[in-house]
């Protein structure tokens, strides 16, 4: 009964702990000779590339146009900006 009792309080503690604080984000944005530079944070991008290239490593192409390169056309088109041209094996 005491193991019952300790567990139902550890289990009341923990859930009331404060919630978890959200990732940062961040701008990154320079200028440089009269011209701004945004940087486009991928991280989630990658992060989700990554999980799901290891489930599927066959596709491992198609898996990456999909969230890094898709990610990263969504962004472009959203801010309107001018994407930096980057040699690429898959573009």
């Given at each position: ?41 991928l991280?989630?991008?990658y ?25 990263k ?19």
């Amino acid at each position: 009964m005491k193991s019952i009792y300790l567990l139902s309080a550890t289990l009341l503690l923990a859930s009331c702990s404060p919630a978890a604080e959200k990732p940062k984000t961040y701008d990154i944005s320079f200028t440089h000779e009269k011209q701004e530079i945004q940087i486009v944070p991928l991280y989630k991008a990658y992060d989700d590339y990554i999980q799901a290239a290891s489930k599927h490593p066959e596709d491992n192409e198609a898996l990456f146009k999909k969230y890094v390169l898709g990610a990263k056309n969504s962004v472009i088109k959203k801010e309107q900006l001018q994407a930096m041209p980057v040699p690429s094996l898959y573009e």
